[in-house]
């Protein structure tokens, strides 16, 4: 075998090895080693599009993540949006037993004033990239998380965006 056949070899093995390697991790484990705020199966994300009249761009993204009975969300910036300094929000809360119960539980909060904050220990406003983790128990029951991000461009216009993920029940 020549000494180029046994270095593309070399490398081909090296390569799979590290990606059956890498396969293996959880999504949990890879929530820890990446320092994410959340632990646990990855249950939603979602684009934050943000918009200044007729402009839009991904702001960020809403990330939701369950390990058990506990759920954790935050938001992050996209590549669009990584060098303005953004104001961002997120919050989670439960909503019900059945998604049915949890698309009547919005409507009741579309219905009147600011509605994104029920369980006000479970919203976080902070993160030029990323915001800490909002976390909650929710048992057996349905969740629905929120996420926000404001920022100017560099020629001075404001872009805002906000999205609901998908509600979310256990099993």
């Known amino acids: 075998m020549s000494a180029l056949a046994r270095l593309a070899a070399t490398a081909a093995l090296t390569t799979g090895l590290a990606l059956a390697g890498s396969a293996v991790h959880t999504p949990a484990a890879q929530a820890t080693t990446q320092g994410l705020p959340c632990g646990g199966e990855r249950i939603d994300r979602t684009q934050i599009t943000a918009r200044s009249g007729s402009a839009a761009m991904k702001g960020a993204f809403l990330h939701v993540y369950r390990n058990g009975s506990r759920v954790c969300a935050f938001t992050n910036t996209s590549l669009a949006a990584e060098s303005y ?87």
């Open 85 to 171: 300094a953004k104001f961002m929000s997120v919050s989670i809360w439960v909503c019900g037993r059945t998604v049915a119960e949890c698309r009547d539980y919005q409507d009741h909060l579309d219905g009147g004033g600011y509605h994104h904050r029920p369980n006000a220990e479970n919203y976080v406003k902070r993160g030029f990239y990323r915001t800490d983790g909002a976390t909650l128990i929710a048992g057996s029951q349905c969740i629905r998380a929120w996420g926000r991000v404001v920022f100017t461009d560099s020629s001075g216009r404001q872009f805002a965006g906000e999205a609901n993920s998908a509600i979310s029940c256990p099993g």
